[in-house]
């Protein structure tokens, strides 16, 4: 699956999602795009899309959007490196267009 990396996620966080074409929006030259227009440039190019940012579902209308949305609750990584498996298992489970909140404890 190609995952697209929202800025507030940390890039160490790719090499945990084994068998994942990871990719950050900095290195796609997307930098400090609002959310809106960052998502529809993500749709054409990613399945994925993986952020920490808590207002994304409220300041986003999603629906109808191609593109899987995961919003992480937190961008520690060392808390994200605990729940490895757990987010695993949610980009595993998403269906094209879900967005989902995973708590990470």
Known sequence: MRILFDECVPWPL??????????TAQREGW??????????????EFDLFLT????LAYQQNLSGRRIRVLALSTNKLRRLQT?????????????????????IP
Request: with cysteine; glycine share 8%; aromatic share 2%.
């Open 52 to 55: 920490s940012d808590q207002n």
């Open 14 to 23: 790719h090499k945990l999602l084994i068998g994942h074409d990871c990719r």
């Open 83 to 103: 729940a490895a498996d757990g987010i695993q298992a949610a980009i595993a489970d998403l269906q094209a267009g879900e967005f989902r909140k995973l708590q």
């Open 31 to 44: 930098k400090s795009i609002k959310n809106g227009e960052l998502l529809s440039r993500a749709e054409d």
